[in-house]
């Protein structure tokens, strides 16, 4: 599976078109996952993955919600995000009821990207300095290697039981690498650290 295929290199991207190409008649699948489709795989089989509809949106986002907020303020998140399940998610942790009463607070229209990275970026500024610093590692980090981000933060006196933590607040996946949820929460790491 290949997320954000339109982040591919050209010579990567066509490689995996050669190679899913050529696989067709196996049994294995190659699925690329991107925000608007290519070139790259023009003619393969494509399936578009629309934004929800505004009841599923609204079921999603009071699954996330700390309490209860007024039907208008519902309606207005449900339309800022434009049915896109990772903003439902996202943007409403770590505010407080008060700062959703505004639908966001937003006072201009924010790209969704951007707002998104916000929510990171609040959610990273209640984390304690020793959770900032793992991830300040992580993101600095192109391999993920967690025996060497360990190592690094005991270096750097930071407990070895951060990155379970930062796995619980789920903004890291800890396996045989550490990935970041969300490319933005890389992104949103440098913010409260700099």
Do not use: K
Request: aromatic share 4%.
């Amino acid at each position: 599976m290949i997320d954000d295929a339109q982040w591919l290199d050209d010579a990567s991207a066509h490689a995996l078109a050669f190679l899913a190409r050529r696989l067709s008649a196996e049994r294995i699948v190659l699925l690329f996952a991107a925000r608007s489709p290519g070139e790259m795989l023009a003619g393969s089989p494509t399936l578009r993955i629309e934004p929800l509809g505004r009841v599923d949106s609204r079921t999603l986002l009071e699954s996330v919600l700390p309490a209860p907020l007024d039907e208008h303020v519902l309606d207005r998140i449900v339309l800022e995000t434009r049915g896109n399940p990772l903003a439902l998610l996202e943007l409403p942790r770590g505010l407080t009821p008060t700062q959703l009463a505004g639908g966001f607070g937003l006072p201009v229209a924010t790209p969704l990207p951007a707002s998104i990275e916000e929510s990171f970026t609040r959610r990273l500024a209640r984390l304690s300095y020793d959770a900032r610093r793992f991830l300040l590692l992580a993101a600095a980090d192109s391999v993920g290697d967690p025996a060497i981000l360990c190592r690094a933060g005991e270096q750097l006196g930071i407990p070895g039981s951060v990155a379970d933590a930062l796995e619980s607040e789920g903004l890291l996946d800890v396996g045989p690498r550490i990935v970041f949820r969300h490319p933005l929460v890389r992104s949103a790491v440098y913010g409260p650290l700099g």
